[in-house]
């Protein structure tokens, strides 16, 4: 099977198309991948190192750009659906598996027009811009979340979890360690307010910060900031701009202070952790708000607010924890109802099957 995997811009949509890629070469090695995505993502830095196929396209986003940005953003995504065509007729696949975002739009486009089989994978709880233009025209729909179904109303959805890059799975928490283990993620570039407000929380702990050891993932730009503000308040702290072995950082934490995109809330219900989410809050469509709604309505999570009182309200959480770990084990327990483990082949099934129909009809 031939399969172009579009997906990017930011590790949300690149690591779930590559996992899934990952899959479907697992199960039937033969399979020829190719991946597509944007000049400007994290994939143009990233699928070069990687060994694996890829096309990149000159493509920037619409959502949240000026008149100029929009038009030029517009001019660059005909351009980019043009290139994609070329592509489908040149590489000849048998499905297109779209990952949703800006970079995977002009690929999703290109397939339609050209009558090639479409799968959409939508990681969020409320589904992106892309997407939601989309949705009509694919063959399935797989989901991350059961929540995602309500929008598209369509019986082509698949509520098949979002499929991960984690080496292994954790295991459940059986006991919490002494000091408590906490780790920080703003997301792979970081969270600048997300950081100030963690340090500003163990800043006004003062001595209570000797119950509690912190892994705090940055982001490059403030690695040093972060750094200088532990050690001004005597924290426990290793201040890393980025994890790559999350999930061995998962498996050593006992709570999770993060932002809630969907790969980090899938990954924290796979690890059955407790979670402190504070959602990004410019996002008009609460994307990330609705994401930790999953766990918190399980009981798996409290939400903090991203405001001007994100310290304070952060203090009085991990004070709270910290006189009561046993808590933490029962919310990791219930955190897990909501994880997906077998997500990516689930969708290769998917694939697989829809691959298989098309021949059949030929």
């Known amino acids: 099977m031939k399969t172009i995997i579009a997906g990017g811009g930011t590790g949300g949509h690149l690591f779930p198309a590559v996992a899934l890629g990952e899959e479907l070469k697992r199960e039937r090695p033969d399979t020829d991948i190719l991946h597509v995505g944007a000049v400007n993502g994290l ?12 096309e990149l396209f000159p493509v920037h986003g619409i959502i949240g750009k000026g008149p100029l940005g929009r038009l030029r953003a517009l001019r660059e995504f005909f351009t980019a659906i043009r290139r994609a065509r070329a592509l489908l007729k040149r590489f000849r696949p048998d499905l297109v598996v779209s990952a949703g975002g800006y970079a995977s739009a002009p690929m999703a486009v290109a397939a339609i027009i050209s009558r090639v089989p479409l799968v959409l994978m939508e990681q969020n709880t409320r589904p992106g811009f892309s997407n939601r233009m989309l949705w009509r025209f694919a063959r399935k729909i797989c989901v991350g979340f059961a929540d995602t179904a309500a929008f598209f109303n369509s019986a082509r959805v698949e509520v098949t979890g979002n499929p991960v890059r984690l080496r292994f799975i954790p ?7 002494v000091p408590l283990q906490i780790l920080v993620l703003g997301g792979s570039s970081g969270a600048h307010r997300l950081n100030l407000g963690v340090v500003n929380a163990f800043t006004i702990l003062e001595k209570s910060v000797i119950k509690l050891q912190v892994v705090h993932q940055t982001g490059e730009a403030d690695v040093g900031l972060v750094t200088e503000g532990y050690r001004s308040c005597d924290g426990a702290a290793k ?27 899938t990954e924290i219900a796979l690890a059955g952790r407790a979670a402190i989410f504070v959602p990004y809050p410019f996002h008009r469509d609460r994307q ?23 310290g304070e309200n952060l203090a009085a959480a991990l004070r709270t924890f910290a006189g009561d770990p046993s808590r933490l084990i029962e919310m990791g327990r219930k955190a897990s109802g909501a994880a997906q483990p077998d997500a990516a082949a689930r969708i290769a099934r998917v694939c697989f099957e829809i691959a298989e129909m098309e021949r059949q009809a030929a």
Do not use: C, H
């Open 43 to 54: 994939e143009a830095t990233w699928l070069p190192q990687s060994g694996l196929k890829y």
């Open 239 to 265: 201040v890393v701009p980025f994890i790559d072995d999350m999930a061995r950082a998962l498996d050593s934490a006992d709570l999770i202070i993060a932002r809630s995109g969907a790969m980090t809330v």
């Open 288 to 310: 990330q708000e609705l994401n930790a709604r999953v766990i918190e309505r399980l009981g798996g999570a409290i939400i903090v607010n991203d405001d001007e009182s994100l």
């Open 171 to 177: 295991g459940t928490l059986r006991k919490t360690s």
